[in-house]
């Protein structure tokens, strides 16, 4: 499985984003799919999770009310939209697949090279 960020960039505090990662190969259904991210200075952290069919998801306290994953597995996508984005959202975004879950404590198979989000005050 091969992953590919989009979306990242510069947004003022309040504003939004919206990530995406298209996966490629095959069973992208078969995966548990998250986000993580890596501020500068900091270590990587989860931030949200969703299920093989999109049916349950979980988030880290720090976003959990602005951020909302979903994924569209007939594109092989898994998305972040991300809301009301503060300064501290600022990092290097980086999605991952699952072959044993979608939450903080699972095993993340795959990782994508990450794309930037900097959010100014």
């Known amino acids: 499985v091969q992953l590919v960020e989009s979306g990242g960039g510069l947004v003022q505090a309040g504003g939004s984003l919206r990530l995406s990662c298209a996966a490629s190969?095959?069973?992208?259904?078969?995966?548990?799919m998250g986000w993580f991210r890596q501020a500068p200075g900091k270590e990587r952290e989860f931030v949200a999770g969703i299920s093989w069919s999109g049916g349950s998801s979980y988030y880290a306290d720090s976003v959990k009310g602005r951020f909302t994953i979903s994924r569209d597995n007939a594109k092989n996508t898994v998305f972040l939209q991300m809301n009301s984005l503060k300064p501290e959202d600022t990092a290097v975004y980086y999605c991952?697949?699952?072959?044993?879950?979608?939450?903080?404590?699972?095993?993340?198979?795959?990782w994508g090279q990450g794309t930037l989000v900097t959010v100014s005050s």
């Open positions: 991952a697949a699952s072959r044993t879950g979608w939450g903080r404590d699972s095993g993340f198979d795959y």
């Open positions: 190969g095959r069973f992208f259904s078969s995966y548990g």
